[in-house]
């Protein structure tokens, strides 16, 4: 039922916000989603009975809150540009991503991006051991009137670390564009080969906050 429910959503925002993206409702529905249950407990998994707190493949970015949705403060926007650079990224044929666009697209000439760059609102990783990776994301500021700053509040990940750079965004107008970056590195060998591993990633301001689910997978 998760679909016609989204959908009631997704009508809801476009009707305040006609001019988002549909990355950037998305983005909305994701960063204000709630990890807790209405007794401030995490959603548990009812899937084997075991009742044990919900993973990320189960909850998702979390219970969808249409209210919060309207005023999510930022947003993780996508452009159908970018779509082309993961397309090419993922290694596909100039003739397959010419196929899925619509329109004849020449990898060569598209400055193309890993999958991990993808400017969505979650970040997922694979981690060679003794390797840190970067992924990096873009944030625009929805609010319209008022400068807020953000500050960066991270859930490590059991065995891997995590830097943002910068840690604060200072957003003055609707509009506003600010990059950072998401540095991972394995920390200990707690975690073995394959194995999977949750935190999260918040910007908070005094007024909003953003929160994107992180995953990593040891390799
Ligand atoms: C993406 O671009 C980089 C740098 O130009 C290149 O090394 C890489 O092979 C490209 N990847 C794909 C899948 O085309
Ligand atoms: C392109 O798409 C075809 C199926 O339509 C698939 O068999 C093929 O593996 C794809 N190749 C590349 C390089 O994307
Ligand atoms: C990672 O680094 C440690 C310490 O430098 C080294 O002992 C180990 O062999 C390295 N592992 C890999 C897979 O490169």
């Not at 009707?15 to 990355?23: D, E, G, L, R, T």
């Not at 290694?91 to 760059?117: F, L, M, T």
């Not at 073995?192 to 990593?216: A, I, M, T």
């Amino acid at each position: 039922m998760a679909a016609p429910h989204l959908a009631g959503v997704v009508a809801l925002i476009k009707s305040i916000h006609k001019n988002w993206s549909p990355a950037a409702i998305k983005s909305a529905i994701m960063t204000t989603a709630d990890r807790l249950d209405l007794d401030s407990k995490p959603i548990t998994d009812d899937y084997d009975r075991t009742r044990e707190p919900a993973g990320l493949f189960a909850i998702g970015a979390g219970q969808v809150n249409p209210q919060a949705t309207i005023d999510p403060g930022l947003i993780y926007n996508i452009m159908t540009s970018n779509y082309i650079q993961y397309l090419c990224g993922l290694g596909y044929s100039d003739k397959n991503v010419s196929v899925i666009v619509d329109r004849q697209i020449k990898c060569a000439d598209i400055d193309n991006i890993s999958a991990e760059d993808l400017n969505y609102p979650s970040i997922t990783v694979t981690l060679d051991p003794n390797v840190t990776k970067t992924v990096t994301r873009q944030l625009t500021n929805v609010v319209i009137s008022g400068a807020e700053v953000y500050n960066a509040v991270v859930e490590e990940p059991k065995g891997a670390s995590v830097v943002v750079t910068p840690n604060k965004l200072g957003f003055g107008g609707l509009g506003m564009k600010k990059k950072f970056t998401v540095e991972f590195k394995i920390t200990d060998g707690s975690m073995s080969k394959d194995q999977e591993s949750e935190g999260q990633l918040l910007w908070r301001s005094p007024k909003h906050e953003v929160r994107s689910p992180v995953s990593v997978t040891f390799a």
